[in-house]
């Protein structure tokens, strides 16, 4: 049984006379640029997130960087990330030429630590820039204290949770000002690239829209040396469709995630992702850690079973950051989930069969 590691099928087909309706709505409006389909998916995406202000940019990264723009954060200004994120969170921090500054993992969530941020703290620590790795989100009532404490900005990384909640808030409200990603795989995809930013501040919102349109408020007048980051009018038609959808898909992405926990659950090889007390998990991904993981991928390569690792290597030893002169071991925790981890197939529209296979497959490999 070919079981592959995504699968859009599911989700598009259903929708596919939707999307055609939309794409010719679009071209017969005239308008490609920030138009209304832009306004209407920024306000929909706003209210589902009970937050009052959201605006489109052009991609997840470009989201993170716009923030750090709008914040002001620029040469000198430490800003305190994940050492086991994704690389574009860390990207954003050096397009302001910021320093990022790693702050190792819980083991348990694969979120950061809340209790390693305060050391990590300086005089020049200007935000802490926390993601929601995975589907679930980081301890954001410890990291509010802290940045209270501190007074320090906080941005979400938000690219990689639509949806998932922690005590009952949606991530992407708690932060200043909080980035999203809808790059395609992401649980809310566009069919390409774009990224989005909430806010409950009018003040921030408002830069916000100058900076991702060349710096301008008034057209031809230009406030702030600008950038040109806008959600693309179709994708947001797009987007404004899958929206209504996503509650539906996390929901099935939480039985799929369940029926994996129950059938793995005796595999002492195996350990399984937890969720913290007060979140609401919305399994971007479903990553477990495991002895022997190389092996263990290419034999379930070979049964037609594909995997991934997220991440193989973490920022801090990645090659566009050799400047930094960090070495293995510097991120132990970090450098272990990287050594440790392989990703599962988990999308809506995977079959209980399909999940069965893996898990059996998996067993077989340890037995
Ligand atoms: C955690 C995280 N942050 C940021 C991004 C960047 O998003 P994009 O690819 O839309 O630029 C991604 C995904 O790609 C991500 O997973």
Redesign the pocket.
């Known amino acids: 049984m070919r079981v592959p590691f995504l699968q859009f099928n599911a989700l598009h087909q259903p929708l596919k006379s939707d999307f055609t309706k939309a794409f010719e709505e679009f071209i017969d409006s005239n308008y490609y640029v920030l138009g209304s389909k832009v306004k209407a998916f920024e306000a929909e995406y706003a209210k589902f997130h009970g937050i009052t202000y959201c605006a489109g940019v052009a991609?997840?990264?470009?989201a993170?960087y716009l923030s750090l723009r709008v914040l002001n954060i620029h040469k000198n200004d430490e800003v305190i990330v994940p050492s086991n994120?994704?690389i574009?969170?860390v990207l954003a921090v050096s397009y302001v030429q910021a320093k990022p500054v790693f702050v190792e993992p819980e083991l348990v969530t694969y979120n950061i630590d809340p209790q390693k941020i305060e050391e990590k703290i300086t005089p020049y620590t200007k935000a802490i820039l926390p993601?929601h790795?995975y589907g679930q989100a980081a301890n954001m009532t410890e990291i509010m204290k802290i940045a209270q404490k501190y007074n320090l900005w906080v941005i979400e990384?938000n690219?990689?949770a639509h949806g998932a909640l922690h005590n009952q808030k949606m991530t992407g409200t708690f932060g200043h000002i909080n980035a999203t990603?809808?790059?395609p795989s992401k649980n809310l995809g566009a069919l390409g690239?774009a990224?989005a930013i909430t806010t409950a501040s009018e003040e921030l919102y408002e830069q916000i829209k100058m900076f991702r349109n060349y710096g301008s408020k008034v057209r031809y007048y230009n406030d702030v040396i600008g950038y040109n980051s806008r959600l693309d009018e179709l994708q947001a038609a797009l987007l404004l469709i899958k929206l209504s959808y996503l509650n539906q898909w996390n929901q099935e992405r939480n039985q799929i995630a369940n029926l994996y926990l129950q059938l793995l659950a005796d595999v002492p090889e195996v350990v399984l992702p937890q969720t913290l007390q007060g979140n609401i998990h919305v399994y971007h991904l479903f990553v477990i850690r495991c002895k022997k993981r190389n092996e263990l991928m290419d034999y379930l390569k070979k049964h037609e079973i594909d995997t991934l690792i997220h991440y193989p290597v973490p920022p801090h030893l990645q090659k566009a950051y050799q400047h930094l002169n960090y070495k293995r071991g510097d991120f132990p925790i970090a450098e272990q989930l990287a050594d440790e981890m392989v990703s599962l197939p988990l999308y809506p529209g995977l079959k209980t069969e399909q999940v069965e296979f893996v898990c059996d497959t998996i067993k077989r490999f340890y037995r």
């Open positions: 991609s997840g990264l470009d993170l994120t994704y574009a969170t993601v790795l990384d690219a990689q990603s809808f790059y690239d990224g």
